[in-house]
């Protein structure tokens, strides 16, 4: 089974101008998806475990198509498509590209091979190569400014690479591994660390992202969603210190969490009754009474002190309800995250799962797990910034279009890219979807 080679450098290093670190970037994210891809075989790499899942296959193919759609077309004079029906098996979402192949039946596309995806995916690596060397702008213009979105765009695909290959593992009797499990570099004991709560003062604060997307510095991107930065009034409050384990939803669970409907909005308690939830998703029980948890190494036993992990918003919130407090708003994990340390769980620590809450360190707010691990369920509605206006054309429709029912996460989880979080980034979901690592930080008033 193969590792994953986790090469993505997004800052300039001695030497390197603007416009070849922003080559380097490209081309260590596409190797990256293809390590993530490696340990895959071709019939894994093809199947659609459910609508809101995609083929690996389809990943790779649709992030190339991102590149060849948005840069090189545009940009590259004389370049050709490489393929005209890739426009419509590939485009995601854009309506203004034109039509394309229906989300829920990805799966059916048995055609193109995964041989003649990766062929594709070297055409179009080969191409943006002579882009880069003709264009004329370094470090910005439209070019470096669409190149950039590609770069972060791919690495949101590679955790879904991920996080679509769990589903479908999950689904298989087998309950195969992505990876055997072993130990992991740097990976925290199973201690227990007690959840102490961190207070805040509040006030008017700002949140958002400081510079728009067309930054000069990679490292500075940003989605358009992450914009205006804006004044925020907050009252008092207090932050969990860690994320809730898995041996606190048992508790939950034990005291009836799934059989009460004082507990849930009403549409959280519809979803328990339809989908019959009596636990978070990938959590099976034993014979002996105990639980194991489906995760990217195999079917495990349930670790107590790790992190629950796929749960919904719903769920979340009726656990918040239960334990007597609530969640975040999204400014207010902004403001608390800004004090945190930014290093956490992600997909280079190879983990690929959600660990125990590690030791504070030394000289910061005893704040564990703000970044890493599992993405956070907030208590904020995925809406606009005061004054957010989407770009124009048809990249304006990557964010803005879905401002609608869906609920914010914050924080990245153990499959996310390093390079890629911050903490003005704002991931956004249906409330009912547990298929992402989505998990649980409280919060409360302070009187």
């Known amino acids: ?50 609508p809101d899942a995609s083929p690996t296959k389809w990943h790779l193919a649709h992030t190339s198509w991102f590149f060849e759609t948005f840069l090189l077309q545009p940009f590259l004079p004389g370049y050709t498509s490489f393929n005209p029906t890739y ?17 829920s039946q990805r799966g059916l596309l048995s055609r193109p091979t995964v041989a003649e995806v990766l062929y594709y995916r070297a055409e179009v690596d080969t191409a943006m190569a002579d882009l ?63 959840l102490t709560w961190i207070g805040f003062p509040g006030g008017v604060v700002q949140i958002g992202h400081p510079s728009p997307a067309a930054s000069s510095q990679t490292s500075a991107f940003a989605y358009d969603n992450e914009s205006p930065r804006h004044d925020v009034l907050l009252r008092p409050f207090r932050l969990a210190s860690r994320l809730v384990t898995n041996g606190e939803w048992q508790a939950f669970i034990d005291a009836g969490g799934y059989r009460r409907a004082d507990l849930w909005l009403a549409d959280g308690w519809a ?74 769980n992600m997909l280079r620590s190879g983990a690929l799962q959600p660990l125990p809450a590690p030791e504070p360190e030394p000289g910061r707010p005893p704040l564990m797990q703000m970044f890493g691990d599992v993405w956070e369920w907030t208590a904020s509605p995925y809406l606009p910034y005061p004054g957010y206006t989407p770009a124009s054309g048809a990249v304006g429709e990557y964010n803005g279009k879905f401002m609608c029912n869906q609920m914010v996460l914050r924080g990245g989880s153990c499959l996310t890219p390093d390079e890629h979080i911050r903490a003005s980034y704002r991931n956004f979901f249906y409330p009912y979807q547990r298929w992402q690592m989505s998990g649980v930080r409280l919060a409360e008033d302070v009187e």
Not at 32 to 42: D, N, R
Not at 87 to 103: K, T
Not at 162 to 187: K, M, Q
């Open 1 to 50: 089974m193969a590792d994953i080679s986790y090469r993505t450098h997004l800052l300039p290093t001695a030497g390197m101008t603007p416009r070849m670190a922003l080559h380097q970037a490209y081309l260590a994210t596409r190797q990256t998806t293809e390590s993530l891809a490696a340990p895959l075989t071709p019939e894994d790499q093809t199947v659609q475990a459910m």
């Open 87 to 103: 426009g419509y098996l590939f485009n995601s979402y854009y309506d203004a590209i034109g039509e394309r192949h229906p989300r």
């Open 132 to 194: 880069l060397a003709a264009v004329e702008e370094d470090g910005n213009g439209p070019v470096a400014s669409l190149l950039r979105l590609g770069i972060h765009h791919e690495q949101q695909h590679q955790e879904l690479i991920l996080t679509d290959i769990l589903n479908l593992f999950a689904r298989n009797p087998l309950h195969p591994a992505y990876r055997p499990n072993r130990e992991v570099v740097g990976s925290r004991g199973a201690s227990h660390r007690s």
């Open 271 to 344: 979803a328990v009754d339809s989908e019959q939830w009596e636990a978070p998703l990938y959590w099976l029980g034993t014979s002996d009474g105990g639980r194991r948890q489906m995760t990217l190494h195999g079917l495990q036993e349930l670790e107590a002190e790790a992190p629950v992990c796929n749960v919904s918003f719903y769920e979340a919130d009726a656990f918040a309800r239960w334990s007597g407090k609530r969640l975040p708003s999204e400014a207010e994990w902004e403001v608390a995250a800004m004090s945190a340390s930014p290093a956490g």
